[in-house]
């Protein structure tokens, strides 16, 4: 019975634990977008953890589109913590994109940086050559 006593709060403690850190990526691209002329297409994401901001190193965040096996870096937008976008150029006989987000990021722990990753979903994009 003294065994039962501990059994649940350290199952409820363990729980706290690997529920407590949450990640979640957010598609903020539109579904379809008008072709472009340039070609380039802005992509943009939002990036929220729950993890505590001093375990997350902030300045080792690197985000990126991964398209055709291709990595195009994000950047972050200016005075924005969780939003990221970037350029990417689709070839203009294109007229359905295939892609995700992924992010490189590094947690501090125990005197040195512990390497993570994180990828989203796959996304559709749709170019539309008429746009309503």
């Known amino acids: 019975m003294r065994r039962m006593q501990w059994l649940v709060p350290g199952m409820l403690g363990a729980l706290l634990a690997v529920t407590g850190c949450a990640t979640r990526i ?44 291709n990595f195009y870096a994000m950047e972050r937008v200016s005075r924005m913590t969780n939003r990221w976008e970037s350029m990417v150029p689709i070839p203009e006989d294109r007229r359905i994109v295939f892609y995700h987000f992924k992010w490189d990021y590094e947690n501090a722990g125990f005197g040195r940086n512990h390497p993570n990753s994180l990828r989203s979903q796959q996304f559709q994009l749709e170019i539309a050559d008429t746009y309503p």
């Open 26 to 69: 957010t598609n903020l691209t539109p579904s379809t977008l008008p072709r472009e002329e340039s070609g380039l297409y802005a992509f943009e994401a939002e990036w929220t953890s729950t993890e505590r901001t001093r375990e997350l190193r902030q300045d080792r965040i690197r985000g990126y589109v991964v398209y055709d096996g």
